[in-house]
Nanobody, 122 residues
């Protein structure tokens, strides 16, 4: 079974930093784009950052200059370095991967992690 597992969330003070990690495992044939989304209470899930297999990136305007997304294709992992955190960054962060898996047949779809809580508060 294919699964994504996030780690690195927690409580941090405004201006602090966190680094989120996500590792994909299972019968993976190929991972295309990967990304991080977040959802705050009462709000829709939004794209925070995304990265292609070749390393092209894009970010939400609200995090440009503060967050950096990266990936390690050999480890099927994606990371999000979050600096200068603000209270409005508080949300559950979800790892996402557009990947091709194999479980008797080939299946390409978006896979999601279980989410990790990030709380920015003094």
């Amino acid at each position: 079974q294919v699964q994504l597992v996030e780690s690195g969330g927690g409580l941090v003070q405004p201006g602090g930093s966190l680094r989120l990690s996500c590792a994909a495992s299972g019968n993976i044939v190929r991972i295309n784009a990967m990304g991080w989304y977040r959802q705050a209470p009462g709000k829709q899930r939004e794209l925070v950052a995304a990265i292609t297999r070749g390393g092209s990136t894009n970010y939400a305007d609200s995090v440009k200059g503060r967050f950096t997304i990266s990936r390690d294709n050999a480890k099927n992992s994606v990371y999000l370095q979050m600096n200068s955190l603000k209270p409005e960054d508080t949300a559950v962060y979800y790892c996402n991967a557009d990947l091709l898996g194999y479980s008797g047949s080939y299946l390409r779809r978006d896979y999601w992690g279980q989410g990790t809580q990030v709380t920015v508060s003094s």
